[in-house]
């Protein structure tokens, strides 16, 4: 029996496939990616698999070399990997992925072989059992995450300026590697609406300015309020660089059980969102405050 392989029904299924593939290694990876990157990625590693029974040139090649350099270029786009350490583990972890959808897919397969349903459902299969595959993972992720890690990251955050007080949430943030530029304070991170009691009526007003018109539109004007508030650049990876807005408070106090430390002079990142996107913490705490000798 001869099969027909029609190449616009494999591109789309491979299409799915891959970013089902590399949803899952970011998951994995705890790595934020950008959505036009993810589909971009996707279609650019389809569109190269495709080639390698277009191209006969390609056919020619070995196939785990093909299959090799394929992953390649789309890594490159959708992880950007600074190094190449970062890029060795997301080809690796993509691999694990494309491994764990494909068993799953291939025994599916042959149940349904079995079953003699296979050619009324030979697309939809693939689709279905890669769906539910990254659906596990991400469930399992958030699950494992919120109950046994980011609790002993979980700590209580006080912050005191001008004799008002705020009691927060807070979360450590190891990745946080923010710093004022003259004097090196590590820079921890609260959103505008926790921190707004501390603030007198011109800090206020210059950071609503700021977040309405823009810090350098801001800057142009002459605030005197403006000589207390640090401009603290920054980039992160998946966002544009740009400028926070920074206050001193008093005093900081961290604690957690019988742990406690209080802080003077500390600098204070203000940004306009929430840190996390259901509000369960209020505050990303600076590395340094806890790992200080």
């Given amino acids: 029996m001869v099969q027909v392989l029609y190449i616009d029904v494999l591109f789309i299924l491979n299409l799915i496939m891959d970013f089902y593939i590399f ?9 934020s990616i950008k959505k036009s990157n993810l589909i971009i990625g996707s279609i650019l590693a389809a569109g190269l698999y495709c080639l390698g029974f277009i191209v006969p040139v390609l056919r020619n090649l070995p196939l785990y070399l093909y299959y090799f350099f394929i992953p390649i270029m789309p890594i490159l786009m959708i992880f950007k990997p600074n190094t190449l350490k970062m890029f060795i583990k997301v080809f690796l972890i993509s691999h694990f992925a494309a491994f764990l959808i494909g068993g799953a897919v291939f025994n599916s397969y042959y149940i349904c ?88 009526e011109g800090e ?7 977040f309405k018109y823009g810090i350098q539109e801001s800057l142009n004007k002459v605030h005197q309020e403006m000589a207390k508030i640090y401009l603290i650049p920054y980039e992160s990876i998946g966002c544009k ?13 961290i604690s957690k059980g019988a742990y406690c430390q209080v802080f003077d002079e500390c600098v204070i990142g203000v940004v306009q969102n929430q840190v996390f996107n259901r509000q369960n913490y209020s505050a990303l705490i600076h590395p340094d405050y ?4």
Avoid: W
Wanted: hydrophobic share 45%.
């Fill in 290 to 293: 806890l790992l200080r000798p």
């Fill in 204 to 210: 206020k007003g210059v950071m609503s300015e700021c």
């Fill in 241 to 253: 660089e740009g400028i926070l807005l920074g206050i001193v408070v008093d005093h900081m106090t």
């Fill in 113 to 200: 072989l079995a079953l003699g349903i296979v050619h009324s459902l030979s697309m939809i299969i693939p689709i279905l059992i890669g769906g539910m595959i990254c659906l596990i993972i991400y469930l399992s992720s958030n699950f494992i995450r919120k109950r046994f890690i980011m609790p002993h990251f979980e700590y209580d955050l006080s912050l005191c300026k001008d004799g008002e007080h705020i009691q927060l949430k807070g979360f450590l943030d190891s990745g946080n590697c923010l710093y004022t530029l003259s004097s090196h304070k590590p820079v921890s991170v609260v959103p505008y609406e926790d921190v707004k009691p501390l603030l007198s």
């Fill in 23 to 31: 949803v899952i290694a970011a998951i994995i990876f705890n790595h």
